[in-house]
């Protein structure tokens, strides 16, 4: 809002010096524009997370949350029965929970909660080690409204 405020006064502002006025208002947009792709960037860039022996199983990734999608970084034990799950959100770092429910054919089956809502997570393992898969929440569905990706590689 403020960089708009600023192209506006550059406009309306008289000026016999319309080349400086342009180049000025280019400047604006740009500054707006690296800023916009820092903060991207800084949001999809998994947290650092300091794991103790108890979570061997440490994936680095994105995750589809809160209609955005978010640096990721979660982990297991040793036999995949529990995990944590660590995500950016408002410049807040937030947790979940991963709880083991079963696998088929489409892969692991876990359930995650975190202080906002809910849901299931499918992940599938592939050769290169990671873990790939859909996260849901719960809606009253039986599996639930698909949010989007999750991903983790090692």
């Given at each position: 809002?403020r960089?708009?405020?600023?192209?506006?006064?550059?406009?309306?502002?008289?000026?016999?010096?319309?080349?400086?006025?342009?180049?000025?208002?280019?400047?604006?947009?740009?500054?707006?524009?690296?800023?916009?792709?820092?903060?991207?960037?800084?949001?999809?860039t998994?947290p650092?997370?300091?794991?103790?022996?108890t979570?061997?199983?440490?994936?680095?990734?994105?995750?589809?949350?809160?209609?955005?999608?978010?640096?990721?970084?979660f982990?297991?034990?040793?036999?995949?029965?529990?995990?944590?799950?660590?995500?950016?959100?408002?410049?807040?770092?937030?947790?979940?929970n991963?709880?083991?429910?079963?696998?088929?054919?489409?892969?692991?089956w876990?359930?995650?909660?975190?202080?906002?809502?809910?849901?299931?997570?499918?992940?599938?393992?592939?050769?290169?080690?990671?873990l790939?898969?859909?996260?849901?929440i719960?809606?009253?569905?039986?599996?639930?409204?698909?949010l989007?990706?999750?991903?983790?590689y090692?």
């Amino acid at each position: 809002m403020r960089n708009l405020l600023i192209i506006v006064f550059l406009l309306l502002s008289p000026s016999v010096f319309a080349d400086e006025k342009e180049e000025e208002i280019k400047q604006v947009i740009e500054i707006a524009q690296s800023k916009a792709i820092i903060k991207k960037q800084r949001l999809e860039t998994p947290p650092n997370i300091k794991w103790d022996n108890t979570v061997p199983l440490r994936y680095k990734g994105t995750i589809n949350r809160h209609n955005q999608k978010s640096g990721l970084n979660f982990g297991f034990t040793q036999n995949r029965s529990q995990g944590i799950f660590y995500y950016h959100f408002k410049d807040k770092l937030e947790k979940g929970n991963i709880t083991f429910t079963g696998t088929n054919q489409h892969g692991y089956w876990f359930n995650w909660n975190d202080k906002y809502g809910q849901g299931s997570l499918q992940l599938r393992e592939y050769t290169d080690g990671s873990l790939k898969g859909i996260i849901y929440i719960d809606d009253g569905t039986m599996l639930g409204k698909k949010l989007g990706e999750f991903i983790g590689y090692k």
